[in-house]
């Protein structure tokens, strides 16, 4: 079976009554778990933004602390899960400050990680990558978000 395009998509929905579109989110959410947490930030969290980026926070935090850190092998295959939780996060939001945020709190939070991830040529490199992808986000934003996450990002580099 080929998808139908988003256009066809919506030209359908126009035409179905409320109660048929209820249904249809709701057989949508039974499918996918990323399915039902995408309609949780858009029916619960999207008119809180700020409650949304600290309850990821604290989930992140909890990833943290579970990192194993006897090998820096086990580091990276964490960190990459981490990012792309975050990457999963974002794309809900749809909000580029959103990103911002949770890319700078991750980057700060591997620079706590004993033993350090800078000693490790790969984990130097994402986090490198995360620094760079900040920049680019940080670039489209408003003039006062650019200077304060740029002073934020300073604070990383150094």
Same mark, same amino acid.
């Given at each position: 079976?080929k998808?139908? &395009?988003?256009v066809?998509?919506? %030209? !359908?929905?126009?035409?179905l009554d409320?109660e048929?579109i209820?249904?249809?989110?709701?057989?949508?959410?039974r499918?996918k778990?990323?399915?039902?947490?995408?309609l949780?930030y858009l029916?619960?969290?999207?008119?809180?933004?700020e409650?949304?980026?600290?309850?990821? %926070?604290t989930?992140?935090?909890?990833h943290?602390?579970?990192?194993?850190?006897?090998?820096?092998?086990y580091i990276? %295959?964490?960190?990459?899960?981490?990012?792309?939780r975050?990457?999963?996060?974002?794309?809900?939001?749809n909000c $580029? !400050? @959103?990103e911002?945020?949770?890319? #700078?709190y991750?980057?700060h939070?591997? #620079?706590?990680?004993k $033993?350090?991830?800078?000693r490790?040529?790969?984990? @130097?490199n994402?986090?490198?990558?995360q620094?760079? #992808?900040i920049q680019?986000?940080? &670039? %489209?934003?408003?003039e006062?978000l650019?200077?304060?996450y740029?002073?934020?990002? !300073?604070?990383?580099?150094?």
């Open positions: 079976m998808a139908a &395009s988003v066809e998509i919506r %030209k !359908e929905l126009a035409g409320k048929s209820r249904q249809l989110c709701l057989r949508l959410a499918f778990l990323e399915n039902k947490e995408l949780t029916l619960f969290e999207a008119d809180n933004e409650g949304y980026i600290n309850s990821i %926070k989930q992140l935090d909890n943290f602390s579970e990192i194993n850190t006897n090998s820096y092998f990276k %295959k964490s960190i990459r899960k981490i990012l792309r975050v990457r999963k996060f974002s794309r809900y939001s $580029p !400050e @959103t911002v945020e949770l890319l #700078l991750v980057c939070q591997m #620079l706590k990680i $033993p350090s991830v800078l490790n040529k790969t984990l @130097t994402i986090f490198n990558r620094i760079e #992808l680019k986000k940080t &670039s %489209k934003l408003h006062d650019q200077y304060e740029n002073l934020q990002i !300073e604070d990383l580099k150094s």
